[in-house]
């Protein structure tokens, strides 16, 4: 597929690389495709793409959100409603507060009535939006090594055909997929990523993730 990656932070150049080793034609987009990680990126992935936001979502059959959350809404804006309509939106973003962690716990701007995602699909209701990537650090992202355990990504959208192409996708990175339902399931998948960061900022290990188990 052509998978286009709006944000170039360490989550968006990290699962850029992750499609790319997985096959799929890939974007980078940025506001400043010249600026030095986006250089940088593009020296490290000879077959990797670069582009404005616009140029990005244009290009792409998937797009990945990877920016932070407070600026998700001007990015799809820049990438231009046309061309992020009807196409799948993976949406790895927090609502992060700006403000420091708290006994290694980091802040929300929403609560657990409101979500993020909720928001942006209401803002953009023409795009298919999948909650994925958001509660696992960027080095876990893609092939995580668990010594064979396999971990569950939990997502959450109101389209089932995003569902199952983000369900693909998330098995050629590793993961199972626990699908939580309809939107307002980001309500909770969202402050998951507070829970995985706790001993992070704690003790300074990012090696946690997540594992769904039934009985």
């Given at each position: 597929m052509k998978i286009g990656i709006i944000g170039t932070g360490i989550v968006g150049r990290t699962l850029a690389s992750g499609f790319l080793a997985e096959g799929h034609q890939?974007?980078?987009?940025?506001?400043?495709?010249?600026?030095d990680e986006v250089v940088k990126w593009k020296a490290e992935n000879k077959?990797?793409?670069?582009?404005?936001?616009?140029?990005?979502?244009?290009f792409a059959e998937v797009i990945?959100?990877?920016?932070?959350?407070?600026?998700?809404?001007?990015?799809?804006?820049l990438a231009g409603k046309d061309n992020i309509g009807g196409k799948v939106i993976i949406d790895a973003t927090n609502p992060l507060a700006d403000a420091p962690p708290t006994n290694g716990m980091l802040k929300?701007?929403?609560?657990?009535?409101?979500?993020?995602?909720?928001?942006?699909?209401?803002?953009?209701?023409?795009?298919?939006?999948v909650k994925a990537f958001?509660?696992?650090?960027a080095g876990m992202m893609h092939k995580p090594d668990l010594n064979g355990l396999q971990p569950t990504m939990f997502i959450c959208g109101n389209d089932a055909a995003?569902?199952?192409?983000?369900t693909e996708i998330l098995g050629q990175f590793g993961w199972e997929t626990a699908d939580m339902g309809l939107v307002d399931a980001a309500r909770?998948?969202?402050?998951?990523?507070?829970?995985?960061?706790?001993?992070?900022f704690q003790k300074?290990?990012?090696t946690y993730t997540l594992k769904f188990v039934k009985k």
């Amino acid at each position: 597929m052509k998978i286009g990656i709006i944000g170039t932070g360490i989550v968006g150049r990290t699962l850029a690389s992750g499609f790319l080793a997985e096959g799929h034609q890939t974007m980078l987009g940025s506001r400043n495709p010249g600026k030095d990680e986006v250089v940088k990126w593009k020296a490290e992935n000879k077959n990797g793409l670069a582009g404005s936001f616009e140029e990005t979502a244009s290009f792409a059959e998937v797009i990945v959100l990877a920016v932070k959350g407070k600026i998700s809404s001007e990015a799809l804006t820049l990438a231009g409603k046309d061309n992020i309509g009807g196409k799948v939106i993976i949406d790895a973003t927090n609502p992060l507060a700006d403000a420091p962690p708290t006994n290694g716990m980091l802040k929300l701007y929403t609560d657990l009535n409101h979500s993020l995602m909720e928001k942006l699909q209401e803002e953009f209701p023409d795009a298919k939006f999948v909650k994925a990537f958001n509660s696992v650090g960027a080095g876990m992202m893609h092939k995580p090594d668990l010594n064979g355990l396999q971990p569950t990504m939990f997502i959450c959208g109101n389209d089932a055909a995003a569902k199952t192409t983000v369900t693909e996708i998330l098995g050629q990175f590793g993961w199972e997929t626990a699908d939580m339902g309809l939107v307002d399931a980001a309500r909770i998948i969202e402050p998951l990523c507070i829970l995985v960061c706790i001993p992070g900022f704690q003790k300074n290990d990012w090696t946690y993730t997540l594992k769904f188990v039934k009985k």
